[in-house]
């Protein structure tokens, strides 16, 4: 009988060191995992912060969604290229969220690229409280939105309306004279957003 139970208390200890071991591995596996999920959480809150400013330089060495930087030295460079036209078309769109009319007071401008244009748009907030709206521009052909270059811009900044405030909103602007030649049509639409509040 006693030779029973020491194999029995053997066969405990071992079982008893068996699931030590693994209770070690576990936690030691679970601690690396931690520290894993730790670095992605850190990883992704630095891509976050960091995205706006990348995006931003991004887009204005491309051109990418209209952003250029325009300094007068740039400017006082530009000759007009007098022996082509460029026609400009214009489009808008309101987003759900943000209760305002958006138009441009022209549909189309025919220019030469180089020249300097104001065009304007208009504004008017529909609903009985302050609404601060975004304008996101695009560019079509995408070929074409390098050379679209933005000196005055309300999509520079948020725009805030009273309710039934109705607002001007110039664009000025030129079209490169380096535009490829095959180029004689480009579209800019404007999408205002419902501005985050901040």
Sequence with gaps: MA???KK???????????????QQQRQKANKKLAIKMLWLVAASIIFAVAMVPLYNVL???????GKT????????????DNTRYVTVQFTSSVMSGLGWNFYPKQSSIKLHPGQIETVI???KNITSEVQSGQAIPSVTPSIASIYLKKIECFCFVRQSLK????????LRFFVSPELPQDVKEMTLSYSFYKAVKQ
């Design 121 to 123: 748009f208009e504004a």
């Design 8 to 22: 029995d208390g053997n066969a405990d200890n071992v079982a008893n060191e068996a699931v030590g071991d693994l």
């Design 69 to 80: 930087s325009n300094t007068a030295e740039t400017l006082a460079k530009v000759k007009v």
């Design 163 to 170: 309710p039934g405030e109705v607002k001007e909103m110039p």
């Design 3 to 5: 030779l029973v139970n």
């Design 59 to 65: 887009c204005t060495l491309t051109g990418l969604n």
